[in-house]
T-cell receptor, first 116, second 109 residues
Framework: GAVVSQHPSWVICKSGTSVKIECRSL??????MFWYRQFPKQSLMLMAT?????????EQGVEKDKFLINHASLTLSTLTVTSAHPEDSSFYIC????????????FGEGSRLTVL | DAKTTQPNSMESNEEEPVHLPCNHS???????IHWYRQLPSQGPEYVIH???SNVNNRMASLAIAEDRKSSTLILHRATLRDAAVYYC??????????FGTGTRLKVLA
């Protein structure tokens, strides 16, 4: 199956700093990627839809200035958590649409962010 | 988006079949029913999907009710590696998946 890779898989940062998480589709081009966040023992919450070459579409309640999404190429989308605070600590997961119309959405391994 | 209802948790003995139910009574006529599972500290993994007919693949079977208001994921022989949270997700093909609470499956050795 298609492979989606996230980097870093885990990151620890100080409060007030910004953290960038990358999501790459390794063997296919993804015009659309999605970003989710997941708190412990909870389900995935959709944050935004990322389309190559255009602005991301954010879900209600997600601050676009806080969570900057860039989808500059067909194989890379980035999520930057700006001025991170402890409450931003979470598991961030991306997914990518392969365009093969298989009905399958491919997910990355997730990136665990801990803000001290 | 169609709302789903799944049991919070289920248990199964190893090597036994497991039937994971999902209620999606508000599903629209064009929504496919997708099943994904998430192992601890990993991203979700595709299991199976279908529209109206029952579906089989190497991982599982999907039984869809005739009125499409519910479906059941069937793992024919549960193994310890099948312990995960299983999500059913109705979706119209936009791939914009909204995850419900899912069912946490515990497999007993």
């Amino acid at each position: 199956g298609a492979v989606v890779s996230q980097h870093p898989s885990w990151v620890i940062c100080k409060s007030g700093t910004s953290v960038k998480i990358e999501c790459r589709s390794l063997d296919f081009q993804a015009t659309t990627m999605f970003w989710y966040r997941q708190f412990p023992k909870q389900s995935l919450m959709l944050m935004a839809t990322s389309n190559e070459g255009s602005k991301a579409t954010y879900e209600q309640g997600v601050e676009k200035d806080k969570f900057l999404i860039n989808h500059a190429s067909l194989t890379l989308s980035t999520l930057t958590v700006t001025s991170a605070h402890p409450e931003d600590s979470s598991f961030y997961i991306c997914s990518a649409v392969s365009g093969r119309n298989t009905g399958e959405l491919f997910f990355g391994e997730g990136s665990r962010l801990t803000v001290l | 988006d169609a709302k789903t209802t799944q049991p919070n948790s289920m248990e199964s003995n190893e090597e036994e079949p497991v039937h994971l139910p999902c209620n999606h009574s508000t599903i629209s006529g064009t929504d496919y029913i997708h099943w994904y599972r998430q192992l601890p500290s990993q991203g979700p993994e595709y299991v199976i999907h279908g529209l109206t007919s029952n579906v089989n693949n190497r991982m599982a079977s999907l039984a869809i009710a005739e009125d499409r208001k519910s479906s059941t994921l069937i793992l024919h022989r549960a193994t310890l590696r099948d312990a995960a949270v299983y999500y059913c997700i109705p979706s119209s093909g936009t791939y914009k998946y909204i995850f419900g609470t899912g069912t946490r499956l515990k497999v007993l050795a």
